[in-house]
Nanobody, 116 residues
Framework: QVQLVESGGGLVQAGGSLRLSCAAA????????MGWYRQAPGKQRELVAT???????NITDSVKGRFTISRDKAKTTVFLRMNSLKDEDTAVYYC??????????WGQGTQVTVSS
């Protein structure tokens, strides 16, 4: 079983920056894809960014140029650097991981609130 522990959320003014971290722990066959999703009030959960074990990234258009996703060398921690934050970035951000058996794991979520 894999546990994903998120940190780094909080309250920030519009135009500010935050960095989210998500560390994977537990018995696993190895993690392939890690990423971040977000869910704003009254909206469906949406993909923000993903990164494969090979370093290939996928970033949703609405945050391109502002958000950067990366992983540590051990490939068990994923980071989301968020710059130039906007009101519409306010949401609960969820870490996601998929192992080589294609089993998905989710973090508990961390709140990001952008105030104007």
């Amino acid at each position: 079983q894999v546990q994903l522990v998120e940190s780094g959320g909080g309250l920030v003014q519009a135009g500010g920056s935050l960095r989210l971290s998500c560390a994977a722990a537990g018995t696993m066959s190895g993690i392939d894809v890690m990423g971040w999703y977000r869910q704003a009030p009254g909206k469906q959960r949406e993909l923000v960014a993903t990164i494969t074990s090979g370093g290939r990234t996928n970033i949703t258009d609405s945050v391109k140029g502002r958000f950067t996703i990366s992983r540590d060398k051990a490939k068990t921690t994923v980071f989301l650097r968020m710059n130039s934050l906007k009101d519409e970035d306010t949401a609960v951000y969820y870490c996601h991981a998929m192992d080589w058996a294609r089993v998905s794991f989710w973090g508990q979520g961390t709140q990001v609130t952008v105030s104007s």
